[in-house]
């Protein structure tokens, strides 16, 4: 069974998930176009982290950054063998409704030109490409994404 819930990200289990996922984007990016968040970041009370759980144990997260404007997915990860489980789908939606509770106008995100998964799950969602936003600079590496909330 899959549960998908707001949790703090300085649990052991999560933070294995946090090294997977910064493990895999450097193997597809250099370090200066990794722009992840550190642990220090998403345990400030502007963050919501949300971890999904398949049987109790940690397959995915996912954080949004709550700015006045929008809010910023950032830490999305779910685990090779527990994709397709719905879990992306979950932690998205439940992120969004954080920053519609925030009253966020719009979602926004970076992602990257090898994750082309990636990029077709946020343009599933309702995600369009734009251009860079907030303290970003134009990357080659970076795909920027945004989706306006009702």
Known sequence: MLTIAFETPDQP????LIAD????QLTLY????VY?????????PHVRFAVARSSGH?????????QPAYGEIKRMYVKPEARGLGAAKQLMALLEQAARDAHCRRMTLETGP????AIS???QQGFLQCGPFGD????PLSVFMHKQLD
């Open 13 to 16: 289990e999560v933070l294995a």
């Open 30 to 33: 250099p370090p200066e176009s």
């Open 58 to 66: 940690a397959v995915g997260c996912a954080a949004v950054v709550l």
């Open 121 to 123: 799950l946020y343009a």
């Open 36 to 44: 992840a968040l550190d642990l220090q970041t998403l345990l400030q």
């Open 136 to 139: 970003y600079a134009d990357d």
């Open 21 to 24: 996922l910064d493990a895999y």
């Open 114 to 117: 090898s994750q082309p998964q």
